[in-house]
């Protein structure tokens, strides 16, 4: 596969992230004033109970799947069943323990919002493998349109049940609607013909590597899950709400590269795992480009944060837009681990991978503990403090591990940081911006002063992105 083709699968499934960030913008303004912090609390309590146990019945076999040469249908078969008989297990167990739950949380609506969002497990189960046979085939752009459809759909859905006052219930449409769009169509479009065949010898192997990977990504969801239970146990659903949404835009950058570099990157370079030095510019030259497209981005959200929340979500969720200034260096982290984890993956190396989630999340979840007591702002200033100290540790391990330098890694990083807020600092000096200014204004504001920041670090890296996409198009 030409590096032309996976540069334009890369578009593809970026587009995919495009299409759900816009529409994510469009929507929600409309929900923010339709629905209350306490509402947005409230489901998100019940999600990570959910995504956990979607995380257990996808078992890490997309994964261990992708990294098949040769395609056996009796194995895919034995997957497909395995996933749906562990997802109809973990629906019935999850809806069995919602009384308990509510009863904890002292929420009587959370039952019946655990009952229904827990179908979900179900329809996800029946995704998994045809989703990861369409990665297989490198069908993206077919994916990348089923994608599209269930977003909007599922959005539209939302906006609507809102608008007609269903609350927390829009939300809980939306999950449903999404999960069940993409559980029909891979199903039926993926081309994949199930047998009904199970022989769990078959699967023995990729259950071993499928499990590390699980654990990995366990991790990595209970670091945001196990702080939004203790903080909405702790600090009530109000903040919670507050806290969610912050999350919701700091986490954004690394939703949107997990997404593209699972799905595009990994099911071509894995086949290249043993190519250490190929790899290795690999990483170089990925990590180069996204860090001078999201840096930016993220300073520019927390240096305008007011006007930023005020306009999109409105001005009961200012404090929103001040929990994602305090904890931008936290995002950033996340943007590099995404970048890391993936490509530790690809060499196999998935017991790394699972050690360093196992220390994010303790290093959070310790956060949360020993700081809530002086405010949910002070939680997300320790994040950025302590996660800027681990980022640091993680540049030099991981430099060692995929053999790349720690020096051009951290200047990779440092660079647009510093260019990005001289750039803005420089843009408040000259220019007395009004936070009091249209939409419109502010809108061109930022795209002005991202724009300028991008070209100006690309016009930075130019000798360095050169040389690597030179050695690069070794993959041709």
Known sequence: ?????????????????????????????????????????????AMPFVLLSMIFARSGLAAALLRDKDFDIEVW??????????????????????????????????????????????????????????QYKKEITKFSIIQIFSIVLSL??????????????????????????????????????IKCFFSYNLIREKLSFGYSVMGTTIFNFLKDSTSTL??????????????????LFLNLPFKILEGILKGVLYPYLVSFRDNKKLISN?????????????IPLVVLISNFQSVFFTFILGESWKLSGELY????????????????????????????????????????????????????????????????????????????KLDTSMFNTFCQI????????????????????????????????IIFLYTLTVLLLILINYLALKREFILVKKFN
């Open 1 to 45: 596969m030409s590096i032309k083709k996976l540069g334009f699968h890369t578009a593809i499934a970026s587009s995919v992230n495009f299409v759900r960030i816009f529409s994510q913008f469009l929507v929600l303004p409309v929900l923010a004033r339709y629905l209350t912090p306490d509402e947005y609390g409230l489901v998100a309590l």
């Open 77 to 134: 078969s034995t997957s497909f069943w395995y996933v749906v008989i562990v997802g109809f297990i973990l629906m019935t167990s999850l809806a069995v323990i919602s009384p308990g739950i509510s009863s904890f949380y002292s929420e009587a609506k959370l039952e019946n919002i655990l009952l229904l969002l827990s179908l979900n497990i179900l329809f996800t189960s029946f995704s998994i493998v045809p989703i990861a046979f369409l």
């Open 156 to 193: 539209s859905i939302s906006v609507y049940s809102a608008i007609n006052g269903s609350g927390a219930w829009s939300l809980v449409y939306q999950s449903l609607t999404l999960n069940l769009s993409l559980c029909i169509l891979t199903f039926l479009l993926s081309g994949l013909k």
């Open 230 to 247: 203790v903080i909405g146990k702790l600090l009530g659903t109000t903040v919670l709400g507050f806290y969610t949404i912050s999350l």
């Open 282 to 294: 690999f990483y170089s030259f990925t990590s180069r480009i996204i860090f001078i497209f999201s």
């Open 325 to 400: 200034a305090l904890g931008f260096m936290f995002s950033i982290c996340f943007v590099f681990i995404a970048i890391r984890t993936i490509f530790l993956q690809i060499i196999g190396d998935v017991s790394k991978n699972f050690k360093k989630s196992l220390e994010t999340f303790f290093l959070q979840i310790g956060i949360v503990l020993l700081i809530y007591n002086n405010g949910i702002n002070n939680v997300l200033l320790a994040y950025s403090l302590m996660f800027s100290i681990y980022l640091a540790k993680e540049i030099v391990v991981t430099s060692l």
């Open 414 to 445: 440092i660079i647009p940081l510093v260019i990005s807020f001289s750039i803005i600092f420089s843009y408040k000096w000259i220019v007395d911006f009004e936070f009091n200014s249209s939409v419109l204004n502010f809108s061109l504001v």
